[in-house]
Nanobody, 119 residues
Framework: QVQLVESGGGLVQAGGSLRLSCAASGRTASSYGLEWFRQTPGKKREFVATISGRGGTGYYADSVKGRFTISRDYAENTVFLQMNSLKPEDTAVYYC????????????WGQGTQVTVSS
């Protein structure tokens, strides 16, 4: 079992920055891929960013490319999402997700953290 706890959300003005954190715990947590998704009311949860392997290459949704940066501290089993140049359309609940190394599916979700960007 893997537990995910997000933090760092809040209210920020357009053009501002926030840094989200997701701490993963559990016996097998270090073997899971950690990713970020977001969701707004009435819409499907959408992919935001993932980070591959220990080389730390990030992959991003087109809507956040160039503004968001994902990173991972393997020693602390924590993944971060640095969000710069925030826009009102980035307003959403952001979720951390753990992807299984066995079947490549998302098996665990965090509780979510609200990010609100005012215009």
């Amino acid at each position: 079992q893997v537990q995910l706890v997000e933090s760092g959300g809040g209210l920020v003005q357009a053009g501002g920055s926030l840094r989200l954190s997701c701490a993963a715990s559990g016996r097998t947590a270090s073997s899971y891929g950690l990713e970020w998704f977001r969701q707004t009311p009435g819409k499907k949860r959408e992919f935001v960013a993932t980070i591959s392997g220990r080389g730390g290459t990030g992959y991003y949704a087109d809507s956040v490319k160039g503004r968001f940066t994902i990173s991972r501290d393997y020693a602390e089993n924590t993944v971060f999402l640095q969000m710069n140049s925030l826009k009102p359309e980035d307003t959403a609940v952001y979720y951390c997700a753990a992807r299984s190394p066995v079947n490549n599916g998302i098996e665990h979700w965090g509780q979510g953290t609200q990010v609100t960007v005012s215009s």
